[in-house]
């Protein structure tokens, strides 16, 4: 019903047309910024840094530079979207079609949702030739990939439902999720830092997906991965209820 | 298109309230009843209540109090139904930006549910009777003022709505769409669609409503047929009522 229900597709299928639509602004620039992480701090990194855990330092950060590009990508791509529909007030007529709330904030986030594994997806497969890896557990990577994604674009969906100004669009991205992927350790193991910040680590969602996909592509995560797993889990069930609230009670959505 | 024909009016609120979060009630127990196929004029002053009214009924805002039925469906319990049977076509322009023309209709039928093929076939009426068949192509946000108000028109027509609420259709249209557009939502009705029209340009109302209501600060100050108004207040024409209704409630 929830799911079927055409109502429901025809959102979805919008949101996917309005990336793919501008697929030169969206998709092409998102893939060259991955490939310049991996040049960046693989080729300059890894020239001092030779491995991790018995891994070559360029395979280490793989994996966490996909998800960093499809975290990042799911949350822009579904903020904007909803803020944008709510700034020129064309989510009222979402907002008054027969569709629910909860089918509103499921599109929306699962729009993102899409846009973020494509990316991540892309930056793996591009990264591959460079890396040479091979994925230890592709379903289980999948799985972490589509949970992480779902997370942060419910997350956007959230910020952009509440957001009353262009700025706070802005501030998720950058004062946010960015310093939080790199905290999140993408460029290192935790077992390398000081114990405060070892500590802090525990506290940023996004290490728990970076680690769960460490896990799932090269065998080796710095947690025991499967309550990780679950940690995974509870944050994309945690957000999206966040955005299902905000999308039925945000400012200047239902006055 | 012709309504249920189920028995109920077409629109029945009783009672309804609405204060906005900064305090200010916009409406204050509005009941108004819109029967079955009628052409019904909602008139008032800007800040009346109008546009609330609209949004109420469709969840666009949501009132502290009473009840709204669409034919029969309550509005808020059975809002699936509800909203199904209803097009609204807004006083502001909304179009989805990252949409051609043609998609605008086409996406708008799916979010009401109608299937593919029957949206393709409806747009294509809509677009040539709209005169936007050369635009259909053409991104949202590279028409003008008038085109954009043509696809809100159509737009609100795509799923075959029972009830169809116009908020202020002709505020800066010319001339020539204006007539069209009264010809055309006089055949809609006569086809059996109930139209809720508001508006503060008199001579609308007196060419098309058979049923008017006058609001003013959030209550009906006056409802009936547009004769029974006017025989009501000793008037000429629509303009004299509500001079008389809403003049002297403003002095
Ligand atoms: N979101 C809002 N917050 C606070 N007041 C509002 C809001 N929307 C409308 N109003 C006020 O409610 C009153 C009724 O507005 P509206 O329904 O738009 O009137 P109309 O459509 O008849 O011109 C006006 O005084 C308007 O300023
Ligand atoms: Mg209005």
Known sequence: MLLTDRTFRTLLSREVLRFTRVWMQTILPQILTSLLYLVVFGIALGTRIKEIEGVPYLEYILPGIALMSLITNAQMNSSWSVFDAKRERYIDEVLISPMSNLQIALAYSLGGTLRGVVMGACTLLVGIPFVGINVENPLLLIVIGVFASFAFSSLGTMVGALATRIEHISFLTSIVIQPLTFLGGVFYSVGMLPDGLRLATFFNPIFYTVDAARFATLGISDLNPYPTLGMVFLISVMAFCGAWWAISHGPNLRY | ?251
């Not at chain 2, 189920?6 to 029967?35: C, H, M, Q, W």
């Not at chain 2, 019904?40 to 666009?60: D, E, H, Q, R, Y």
Request: charged letters at 30%; glycine letters at 10%.
């Open chain 2, 1 to 251: 298109m012709s309504g249920p024909q189920n028995g109920f009016p077409a629109l029945k609120i009783e009672k309804l309230k609405k204060t906005y979060k900064n305090g200010f009630r916009a409406l204050d127990g509005v009941s108004l009843e819109v029967g079955a196929g009628k052409f019904f004029g909602l008139l008032g002053p800007n800040g009346a209540g109008k546009t609330t009214l609209i949004n109420s009924v469709v969840s666009l805002a949501r009132p502290d109090s009473g009840t709204v039925e669409v034919y029969g469906k309550d509005a808020f319990k059975e809002f699936r139904e509800a909203r199904r049977m209803i097009g609204v076509s807004p006083q502001e322009i909304n179009l989805d930006k990252f949409l051609t023309v043609e998609e605008v209709l086409i996406f708008h039928a799916g979010y009401y549910g109608v299937p593919k093929k029957k949206a393709k076939d409806k747009a294509a009426e809509l677009l040539e009777r709209f005169g936007l068949v050369e635009k259909r192509d053409h991104r949202t946000n590279t028409l003008s003022g008038g085109m954009k108000r043509r696809v809100l028109f159509a737009r609100a027509l795509m799923h075959d709505p029972e009830v169809l609420f116009l908020d202020e259709p002709t505020a800066g249209v010319d001339v020539e769409l204006r007539y069209k557009l009264w010809g055309y939502i006089r055949e809609l009705n006569r086809g059996g669609m109930t139209i809720l029209l508001t508006t503060h340009y008199l001579e609308e109302a007196e060419a098309l409503c058979e049923d008017i209501a006058l609001i003013d600060g959030g209550r009906i100050s006056a409802q009936g047929t547009s004769a029974e108004l006017k025989e009501r207040y000793d008037a000429r024409n629509v303009e004299e009522v509500y001079m008389k209704v809403i003049g002297d409630a403003s002095n």
